[in-house]
T-cell receptor, first 109, second 114 residues
Framework: RKEVEQDPGPFNVPEGATVAFNCTYS??????FFWYRQDCRKEPKLLMS???SGNEDGRFTAQLNRASQYISLLIRDSKLSDSATYLC??????????FGAGTTVTVRA | DAGVTQSPTHLIKTRGQQVTLRCSPI?????VSWYQQVLGQGPQFIFQ???????GRGNFPDRFSARQFPNYSSELNVNALLLGDSALYLC?????????????FGPGTRLTVL
């Protein structure tokens, strides 16, 4: 079983739409959780950390459910510039990062 | 402030050759991690170094090795290259190796093995 699993998508949404997707992780001892964004052939860039209480950064909302071991990301009012691959990332008790394979989001005009 | 830098940007090698990739962390960061990303997959952890000591190693063969220098820069070496080593190699730096230390990625080195 993979350490982090994501729905690969792609999610094709019109501008202004809301899109949400999840990932699940297998290690119940995981310490920290993140969403990174990766544009085509570029490096991953931190989008936001994910906290147990849930957190919001502008149009982006992340939720963590430790009991069910899943993390979610919701994007409101999608922009063309939100088109990217979103990587779910978990830091284990050994402090190494484990990445999902990514969820591809395409926002169309 | 400069971000994480990596060199070279692109590299083409043939099977059996050896390669050295270089990484300079963000100023003040003492931890460097290396990842391999093949097309269509997320990055896979190779090594983490902190204060010049190896702090973690992923499931990669002994052909992969790394080191960290006193200025916290790092090198990743891969010997006896295989076609399957073709990938984007990413370096990430962080203040430390702890659970709340955010990792910031460099632009990567794209390695092609022919």
């Amino acid at each position: 079983r993979k350490e982090v699993e994501q729905d690969p998508g792609p999610f094709n949404v019109p501008e202004g739409a809301t899109v949400a997707f999840n990932c699940t992780y297998s290690n119940s001892a995981s310490q920290s959780f993140f969403w990174y964004r990766q544009d085509c052939r570029k490096e991953p860039k931190l989008l936001m950390s994910v906290y147990s209480s849930g957190n919001e950064d502008g149009r982006f909302t992340a939720q963590l459910n430790r009991a069910s071991q899943y993390i979610s990301l919701l994007i409101r009012d999608s922009k063309l510039s939100d088109s990217a691959t979103y990587l779910c990332v978990v830091k284990g008790d050994d402090y190494k990062l484990s990445f999902g394979a990514g969820t591809t989001v395409t926002v169309r005009a | 402030d400069a971000g994480v830098t990596q060199s070279p940007t692109h590299l083409i090698k043939t099977r059996g050759q050896q390669v050295t990739l270089r990484c300079s962390p963000i100023s003040g960061h003492k931890s460097v991690s290396w990842y391999q990303q093949v097309l269509g997959q997320g990055p896979q952890f190779i090594f983490q170094y902190y204060e010049k000591e190896e702090r973690g190693r992923g499931n990669f063969p002994d052909r992969f090795s790394a080191r960290q220098f006193p200025n916290y820069s790092s090198e990743l070496n891969v010997n006896a290259l295989l076609l399957g080593d073709s990938a984007l190699y990413l370096c990430a730096s962080s203040l430390g190796p702890g659970p709340t230390d955010t990792q910031y990625f460099g632009p990567g080195t794209r390695l092609t093995v022919l």
